[in-house]
């Protein structure tokens, strides 16, 4: 029965019965973690045999003959430019392969366009107040970058099939409007793929300000879950149609592909842009890890590669995120308390409460012994204005404790759901 059709006394008298119950759960002391998406060991075994690759001497030159152990080429061996230019599907020119994470990548960007300027413009920190749009809910660590360096955030909601491009379209007539970050595909954390008629009107922006940048993170951009995945549109293809090219700046890594703390990330860019980063490469770093890089190529090979390797993880992780959408199923859609996406691909399942109770699911499962997200993460500052979205992670237990950490999870959401509405 729907919990806004119970009666009053309906509803206090179910709520004494499920504090029963959430006292009983308290009791067993346990310990549950689904705050942050990563990979189990299980997903981190199906890489470990990359580690054996470059062993000797011999093994460690690149189809140049360069020798990777070497200082040198600044913006990646040609084999993993390839590699990476596939993924993104642009020219292998248009391609710089970094370090582990595309997130130190993105944090970079920011701060070249903060402190030396883009397009030939002044640095965003000489420009007085600068802005960001920032789609919601949506990744907590875009939201730490662009407030560490003190740049106001605009939250724009996000729709069906992606972020309300009207909005978007409104809010960049105003030139210290800089940029907005984007997960487009499989989106973080509601798994939202970007439909193809907001690829386009994306890259249709014509924003006032000449160095305008959309930070593309396309962290999922392989991340499949199913045998019929969403297509998401190659931006820069489409941004010729406009020559809205130098707007974008697209980023990926092998995180969740290979290893989480040791894999390989990526841009891809414009030839413009391309040029301005590796400018301010030269003096950053010499090279970044080219025996990884060589690693990473000679085990996955090509494109192909990595999409049998991701079936693996699929077959792992799948069973995971069913589990979860099969509890929620079960438990919570009967009583209209909650909404959700199901997802094809990515690493969350987005949740909203009703009657802004997100935070104390939050404190009820923590008194219950399972750690989620924080509450509130999913937005600018930490701040969900309707108090509303809870990311759950779903990859990292394992499926005993899945089982339970759901169990736990449903039960506050009905106490917090009865709470308030009465």
Not at 153 to 163: A, L, Q, R, T
Not at 339 to 351: H, L, R
Request: negative net charge; aromatic residues 10%; contains cysteine.
């Amino acid at each position: 029965m729907l919990y806004n059709e119970m009666s009053r006394d309906e509803l206090v008298s179910l709520k004494n019965q499920l504090e029963k119950e959430y006292e009983e759960v308290k009791s067993l002391g346990l310990s549950l973690d689904m705050s942050r998406g990563k990979p189990g060991a299980d997903q981190l075994d199906l890489s470990v045999d990359m580690l054996d690759i470059v062993a000797t001497a011999n093994d460690c030159k690149d189809e140049n003959g360069f020798d990777c152990r070497n200082y040198g080429v600044l913006d990646g061996i040609p084999e993993c430019k390839k590699l990476f230019a596939q993924l993104f599907e642009v020219d292998p020119k248009n391609v710089i392969v970094g370090g582990s994470s595309s997130l130190n990548l993105m944090y970079d960007y920011i701060n070249q366009c903060m402190y030396l300027g883009v397009a030939g413009c002044e640095p965003w920190s000489k420009q007085g107040k600068v802005k960001f749009i920032c789609n919601v809910p949506g990744y907590d660590r875009h939201f730490a970058i662009t407030e560490f360096f003190g740049i106001e955030m605009i939250s724009v909601e996000m729709k069906s099939d992606g972020p309300d491009v009207e909005k978007i379209a409104e809010l960049i007539k105003d030139p210290t409007v800089k940029g907005m970050f984007c997960v487009p595909k499989y989106s973080n954390p509601n798994g939202i793929t970007y439909s193809d008629s907001v690829v386009r009107a994306l890259a249709a922006l014509k924003p006032a300000a000449p160095d305008f940048r959309v930070i593309w993170d396309n962290a999922y951009i392989i991340h499949e879950l199913t045998d019929n995945p969403d297509v998401l549109l190659n931006i820069f293809e489409v941004c010729k149609e406009f020559g809205t090219e130098d707007y974008f700046v697209e980023f990926t890594s092998t995180s969740k592909i290979s290893f989480p703390g040791a894999g390989v990330s990526a841009i891809a860019a414009s030839d413009a842009n391309i040029a301005d980063i590796k400018k301010r490469l030269g003096f950053q770093t010499i090279s970044y890890d080219k025996l990884k890089q060589l690693s990473h190529v000679r085990y996955f090979r090509n494109v192909d590669g990595i999409r049998e390797h991701m079936k693996k993880h699929a077959a792992i992780i799948a069973p995971k995120f069913q589990i979860v959408l099969d509890m929620l199923a079960n438990e919570i859609k009967p009583l209209g308390i909650g909404k959700w996406v199901e997802a094809k691909g990515g690493y969350f399942i987005s949740y909203d409460t009703i009657g802004s109770s997100a935070k104390r699911i939050g404190e009820l499962c923590k008194g219950a012994g399972l750690v989620l997200t924080t509450v509130g993460a999913t937005y600018p500052y930490g701040i969900d204005p309707e108090d509303k979205n809870i990311r759950i992670a779903p990859t990292f237990p394992s499926v005993e404790d899945l089982k339970k950490a759901m169990e736990v999870f449903c039960l506050c959401a009905k106490i917090a759901a009865i709470e308030a509405l009465i």
